[in-house]
Every structure is written in structure tokens, then in C-alpha cells.
């Protein structure tokens, strides 16, 4: 039975994909990114048929085990551009550290600011970073880890449709510039959104997706022993 059911869900979440990936290519604009598309007709399908979220992912969990395979994958446009990046490491890196500052210092602010308890602000302080290290954070600060996948992903999807359009204000105009921009602030949705553009800027976005993950491990303790 849950064969049925898992084989039901995944054949629903790739059509669900191709037609989504379809739509964008008709209507080409960064509010309709695939992965929003398909992700807004996966719950209205739930919804109507009142199914819950767990019975999906009898499924759901077989395609989230392809995540590594795909960030596997990421590693061939690094190597096309390796002498490249080797050229920008500095200004990666640093950019990357100034990127992560920010995407910590705004989620302490805002919940502090807002007056959110100290479990949601453990919550949401991880979100510029991809989901198995935000969850590891979250865990060791005592969060919540479902609520800090959801800001996450908000995160991701949120960069992603809005890049082209922070690129425009502030006259973003060079691959490292918006590969590292994306990619500290909206991890793997992010540079998915970056390798469209060009194999150069997904690979600024690889790398600086990468080293925010190690930056943030390290800076989340003193920032929020600063802030809080």
C-alpha cells in the first residue's frame, strides 16, 4: 500500500514540476520559478482532497533523499570554472562573511524587534542557509527545526523570485557580484536561480552557498550572545 501511495505522490510532484517548468518558459518572469509553482499546486491538491502533509511525504522523503545527488552535482560547474574562482577567492570569501553577518544580524533584529519569543528567533536566524545545516543550528540553539525548514525555504524561494529585481535597484551587474548575493542569501534554491543565468555566477553562487554554511555555524553563538 504505501508503494502505491509513494509512487502515487512522486509521479504528482514531477507533473506538478513539468508543468510548472512549462508555465515559466511561456511566462518567463521570476514570480512564477518553478519550484513556487509546483510547491502552490502540491498544497492545493492536499487541500481540496484533504490529504495530510505526512501521507504525502511517504513519497515526498524518497525525493528529498535525490537533494544530495543534485548538490553532488554542483561540483562540475565548480571544476569548469576553477581557475576563475581561484582568481576571486578573496573577494568570495569575504563577501560570503559580510553576507552572513547580514543574514544573521537581520533575522535577530527583526524577531527582537517584533518581540518574538527566544524559540522562534533560534528559529528563523538560520534561514540564509541550506536546510540540513539551519536544522543543525536550530537544534543545538533550541528552536524550533519544522518552523526553521519553512524560513528556509522562504528564504530560498523569496531570493530567488526577487533577485532579478534587487539586482536592478542596486545595479548588480557581474556574475560575482549576483552569485555571491544569491547564494549567501538564498543557499541551493538560490544558485538553481543563478545557474540559469550563467555556468560562472552558479558557481560564485556554489561557493558562496558553501562558505555561508560554515560562517554562519560559527558566528551564530557570539551573534546571538551579542544581540540577545
Known amino acids: 500500500m504505501n508503494f502505491l501511495i509513494a509512487s502515487f505522490f512522486i509521479l504528482l510532484t514531477i507533473i506538478a514540476f513539468i508543468f510548472a517548468k512549462w508555465l515559466y518558459q511561456r511566462v518567463y518572469t521570476p514570480l512564477l520559478l518553478p519550484l513556487t509553482v509546483a510547491t502552490v499546486i502540491i498544497i492545493v491538491f492536499l487541500l481540496i482532497f484533504n490529504i495530510d502533509f505526512d501521507t504525502y511525504m511517504i513519497g515526498g522523503d524518497l525525493i528529498s533523499e535525490l537533494l544530495g545527488p543534485a548538490v553532488v552535482a554542483l561540483a562540475y560547474p565548480l571544476y569548469q570554472q576553477r581557475d576563475r574562482?581561484?582568481?576571486?577567492?578573496?573577494?568570495?570569501?569575504?563577501?560570503?562573511?559580510?553576507?552572513?553577518?547580514?543574514?544573521?544580524?537581520?533575522?535577530?533584529?527583526?524577531?527582537?524587534?517584533?518581540?518574538?519569543?527566544d524559540e522562534l528567533i533560534y528559529s528563523i536566524t538560520s534561514k540564509s542557509v541550506t536546510t540540513p545545516v539551519a536544522v543543525e543550528i536550530t537544534e543545538d540553539l533550541g528552536g524550533i527545526i519544522s518552523l526553521a525548514a519553512v524560513f528556509v525555504m522562504v528564504a530560498g524561494i523569496g531570493g530567488a523570485m526577487m533577485s532579478n529585481y534587487i539586482y536592478r535597484i542596486f545595479q548588480l551587474d557581474t556574475p560575482i557580484g549576483k552569485g555571491v548575493g544569491i547564494g549567501a542569501a538564498s543557499h541551493g534554491i538560490g544558485t538553481a536561480k543563478a545557474l540559469e543565468n550563467s555556468e560562472l555566477e552558479g558557481s560564485f553562487s556554489s561557493i558562496a552557498m558553501i562558505l555561508s554554511a560554515i560562517f554562519v555555524s560559527f558566528l551564530m553563538p557570539f551573534m546571538i550572545a551579542l544581540f540577545m
Do not use: H
Not at 537581520?106 to 524587534?113: A, E, F, I, R
Open 85 to 117: 574562482l581561484k582568481q576571486l577567492l578573496m573577494p568570495l570569501i569575504i563577501g560570503s562573511f559580510i553576507g552572513s553577518i547580514v543574514g544573521i544580524a537581520s533575522g535577530l533584529l527583526l524577531t527582537k524587534w517584533f518581540g518574538f519569543s
